[in-house]
């Protein structure tokens, strides 16, 4: 083999696939040995971790994955898929469009909590209780000038539906050992201090009680945000398909007998002589 080609074929480099003709191994496994033996949610696990996981950790996953696939129009990238499909472009493109919505504010809220999450339990491991541990969190999180604490609190729901079932689902699998319950405890302990803080309570939502799984599975926090993608991809293509099937054209955010409101200058006339004398 030349120089040349051992320069080419090294140009890109990775541990996840091997292919070639009439070979394809992900991760060392044939592909032919997984199809039909291996789920999806054991499939991303592979990929992303390099190991199979356990069949009940695999579950847990798709539990968490299944729980945040769709939140309506009035979720930014919901709308946007829909208003993108009628603007005459194809599936791929209205799915593109909104996934490039999903940034800090508006999908990034499960990394953030998991991060939120870490950095109590690294504080436990430092020596700190729990509560010592949440506290401290919380007090470095306010003294920095932010104020929505990720995971917690919801704008439409007075308590978020998916998230106490979420949670009764990990006290589930931590009961056989398919997770520690550790992050689990976190999550409550922080929706806890938070309550006593505000005199009012501010329950986990969806983003906090995903980002339990997450965490209690071992994912990193990274990593948790591309896991939220690959959920609300699948509510993303239901309603792109939904949208090009109802028809319509050009719509907007808002129906067209209604204006966005202008504060600007108001109505003047262009000057006939030279505006800058």
């Not at 208003?83 to 999908?107: E, F, K, P, Q, Y």
């Not at 699948?234 to 209604?258: C, D, F, M, T």
Request: aromatic share 8%.
């Amino acid at each position: 083999m030349t120089a040349e080609r051992n320069a080419s074929e090294d140009w890109w480099r990775t541990e996840i696939i091997e292919m070639h003709p009439g070979v394809i191994r992900l991760r060392g496994y044939p592909i032919e040995q997984l199809i039909g033996t291996v789920s999806f949610p054991a499939m991303i696990w592979l990929m992303l971790r390099g190991e199979l996981p356990s069949e009940r950790q695999a579950e847990l996953l798709g539990i968490a994955l299944a729980a945040a696939v769709d939140h309506g129009p009035q979720a930014p990238s919901i709308g946007i898929a829909r208003m993108a499909i009628t603007c005459g472009v194809g599936i791929n493109n209205a799915m593109a469009s909104a996934v490039n919505t999903l940034g800090d504010v508006h999908g990034g809220a499960g990394e953030q909590a998991v991060a939120f999450y870490t950095a109590i339990a690294d504080r436990q491991d430092q020596g700190a209780t729990l509560d010592e541990a949440v506290a401290d969190a919380l007090d470095g999180f306010f003294a920095s000038g932010r104020k929505f604490v990720p995971g917690f609190g919801h704008r439409f729901h007075p308590i978020d539906p998916r998230a106490p079932r979420l949670l009764a689902l990990v006290d589930e699998f931590a009961g056989d050992d398919t997770v520690s319950g550790r992050f689990a405890a976190i999550g409550r302990t922080v929706e806890r201090v938070l309550e006593a803080r505000k005199g009012r309570r501010i329950p986990m939502n969806i983003d906090g009680a995903t980002g339990v799984i997450y965490a209690e599975l071992g994912f990193p926090p990274p990593l948790c945000r591309g896991l939220f993608v690959l959920s609300r991809s699948v509510g993303i293509l239901a309603h792109a398909w939904e949208q090009s099937q109802q028809g319509g054209r050009n719509k907007g955010p808002i129906p067209r007998e209604y204006l966005w409101t202008y504060d600007g200058t108001p109505l003047r006339d262009v000057p006939t002589g030279d505006p800058a004398a």
